[in-house]
């Protein structure tokens, strides 16, 4: 069973930062698992952001996105971690982390429940 709990949404000032959370529990194999950030704007659908390898080696983002995020993760505390840099209106959306890479998502009922991240003047 996946267990996925975001964290660290809010409102946020355009040209801000923001840092999101993901905790891991219930038996997932968080350290062997590569990890994907995907958001969802409103009336929109879902849409890939950023993945991680499963020791953090290695790292790919959304092209759109390079240069103002950053993906981590803590696998000492089965936490994903995702920085928004110059943040704008356009990043408005429910984010949520997700099991496997870009290519091998796991089915949104794996996601957990995501935070929301407003961005607003």
Do not use: F, P, Q
């Given at each position: 069973e996946v267990q996925l709990v975001e964290s660290g949404g809010g409102m946020v000032e355009p040209g801000g930062s923001t840092t999101l959370s993901c905790t891991a529990s219930g038996g997932f194999s968080f350290r062997t698992s590569d990890m994907s950030w995907v958001r969802q704007a409103p009336g929109d659908r879902p849409v890939w952001?950023?993945?991680?390898?499963?020791?953090?080696?290695?790292?790919?983002?959304?092209?759109?996105?390079?240069?103002?995020?950053?993906?981590?993760?803590?696998?000492a505390e089965n936490t994903l971690y995702l920085k928004i840099d110059y943040i704008t209106t356009r990043d408005t959306a429910v984010y949520f982390c997700a099991p496997g890479g870009r290519y091998n998502l796991a089915g949104k009922n794996d996601w957990g429940q995501g935070t929301q991240v407003t961005v607003s003047s």
């Open positions: 952001v950023a993945d991680i390898d499963s020791d953090g080696g290695r790292k790919h983002y959304e092209e759109s996105l390079k240069g103002r995020i950053t993906i981590s993760r803590d696998n």
